[in-house]
């Protein structure tokens, strides 16, 4: 049985808030700048795609994934009209480094910083009475992992309502191994490009509440129909294109639907030489024929990888663009990898694609940890 979101919340480098973060991406305004959080003369690649929220460029400040998480789960509760009190509501956090940043800056700089704090359940009882929340540290997917365990809940009857959220911030220490493995600093990201480099991180928040299907709600955004998730453990870092199709090929059969169906898939596109090049493999194989008729785009060509928040990110996007028929570009797109040669990427404002009705998002970690949602259009 299909699940209701009736509400969303996002924050990101490219706008606060769901309409402003999805009409920023869909007008294809970039979050890239300048290195903003420390001394971008210690590293090869001084871009990145950060949230302006710091006093001044080089001060940082312990606690900012924490409020923008805080944000997301309130601009959803409010939307969906569970106010302020979340006590009866379990809250699911996904991400990839909790806190680490505010860590490293009490360790390096002395700042304070509660150590209790890297859950996030502290501030989420302190700001909403959330009594039961969880949080799961599974790298890039780990939004869509806890948004499987959400719809579980709701599945086996264990709860009428979740909250479902992902977060995280670009930290020195990640920033530093990137910086060190490509053999290029990439001055963006430029997925399923012949000329990406690498990856460059993003801050970001996102959140969704997530309801059964047992009644009248107002202001549906849309159905979530299944989530797959798996974990193949092929390598500690690299992808393999068999665990990703495997991931696509049982979210499609948990959802009932067949790629034909699919109108609009929101890849995981990292702009890495093997993530995107693994992806595009797996969804050629899982399409078949069938791989030129949905539209693909990829938003971390915008947000930078919003790591463990990406794939809910990308959720709320896909919902969006189902309900209002635009699409966000793949921004810096101009000569598509071999593997993806046949997909219909959208690379321009597409603002008139009423036909939309389900779409496939994609979010895949380091480890094999690999995850796909499949949602659809509310008023089907």
């Known amino acids: 049985m299909s699940q209701l979101v009736t509400g969303a919340g996002a924050v990101a480098s490219v706008g606060e808030g769901v309409d402003e973060v999805f009409g920023a ?17 210690r590293y090869r690649a001084r871009h990145a795609y950060e949230i302006d929220d710091r006093p001044a460029p080089g001060h940082d400040i312990p606690g900012r994934a924490t409020g923008w998480l805080l944000r997301a789960v309130g601009e959803a509760a ?4 569970l106010g302020e009190d979340l006590s009866e509501v379990p809250v699911l956090v996904g991400t990839g480094l909790r806190e680490l940043r505010s860590a490293e800056l009490a360790w390096r700089d002395g700042v304070p910083f509660d150590a209790g704090r890297l859950h996030f359940g502290t501030a989420l009882r302190t700001r909403f ?19 499987a365990l959400g719809s579980d809940l709701l599945a086996s009857g264990a709860e009428d309502t979740v909250v479902v959220a992902g977060v995280d911030t670009l930290t020195e220490s990640m920033h530093g191994l990137l910086d060190r493995v490509n053999a290029e600093p990439p001055d963006r990201v430029r997925p399923f490009d012949r000329s990406r480099r690498g990856v460059l991180m993003g801050d970001g928040a996102a959140a969704v509440v997530l309801r059964r299907e047992d009644g009248a709600h107002p202001g549906v955004l849309g159905r979530l129909r299944a989530v797959s998730m798996n974990c193949d453990a092929r390598h500690v ?23 034909r169906d699919i109108d609009l898939v929101l890849l995981h596109g990292t702009g890495t030489q093997l993530n ?12 078949g024929p069938e791989v030129r008729r949905p539209l693909m785009t990829a938003i971390k060509s915008m947000t930078g990888h ?26 810096g797109l101009t000569d598509p990898l071999p593997e993806a040669a046949g997909f219909r990427f959208v690379r321009e404002r597409s603002d008139d694609q009423p036909d939309l009705r389900v779409a496939q998002i994609d979010a895949f970690g380091f480890g094999g940890v690999n995850a796909v949602a499949i949602v659809e259009r509310a008023g089907r």
């Open 237 to 259: 870092t690299a992808p393999d294109p068999q665990g990703i199709a495997r991931a696509v090929h049982e979210a499609q059969w948990r959802a009932g639907v067949k790629p």
């Open 129 to 147: 009475g959330a009594v039961r929340t969880h949080t799961f540290a599974g790298a890039c997917s780990a939004s869509l992992y806890a948004l």
């Open 25 to 41: 991406l869909c007008a294809g305004t970039s979050g890239r700048g300048a290195l903003r959080g420390f001394d971008p003369e």
């Open 276 to 287: 995107d090049s693994a992806e595009a493999t797996a969804i050629a194989e899982v399409f």
């Open 306 to 331: 919003t790591a463990g928040g990406s794939g809910l990110l990308s959720l709320i996007v896909a919902l969006k663009s189902l309900a209002s028929g635009r699409v966000p570009p793949t921004l």
């Open 78 to 81: 409010a939307q969906a009209g």
